[in-house]
């Protein structure tokens, strides 16, 4: 068994139109998060933590920030192809466990389809990923509402099911 962890922390982007992102599910009541792709701080979490688990680095390196061919590209993307890197080492993903952190906009309404959405990029059935939010009790930036984290730990297996 290998374990991972991941965080990822974005602001928002003011004046941008487009709902917040966050585990692949468009989110309304906050703009999109800063980011070269589509500033999904969630699956940006998740990718790390799978990459620390299968010892692969990290999201910068896979994908740099400053690379066009990631320019906007839909994070579930980028989770799918981290997930065929992990299969390809031999791994199996046999849980995620995800904590978002944010004062705007509420996320409980939304767990549900996050955890759905992730699964799906991991191809795994959604009783393997656990989606959670909670605030940052007023404290930073994260508090004051300007931004938004994540942290996941992922557990990869070797294991034939």
Request: overall charge negative; cysteine-free.
């Amino acid at each position: 068994m290998r374990v991972g962890h991941g965080y990822d922390v974005h602001r928002f982007r003011e004046g941008d139109e487009r709902p917040l992102r966050l585990g692949g599910v468009d989110v309304p009541g906050a703009p999109r998060l800063e980011g070269h792709s589509d500033g999904d701080a969630l699956l940006h979490a998740v990718i790390d933590a799978l990459l620390g688990a299968a010892g692969e680095g990290d999201i910068g390196r896979h994908f740099p920030p400053g690379d066009p061919e990631y320019h906007d590209i839909d994070s579930r993307e980028l989770l799918r192809r981290v997930t065929r890197l992990v299969l390809s080492h031999g791994f199996r993903v046999r849980n995620v466990d995800i904590t978002v952190i944010a004062e705007r906009p509420r996320l409980q309404p939304h767990i549900l389809a996050m955890r759905d959405s992730v699964a799906l990029a991991l191809g795994v059935e959604p009783r393997f990923v656990n989606v959670k939010a909670t605030t940052n009790e007023g404290l930073g930036a994260i508090g004051a509402g300007d931004a938004v984290a994540a942290l996941a730990v992922a557990l990869l297996t070797d294991e034939i099911p």
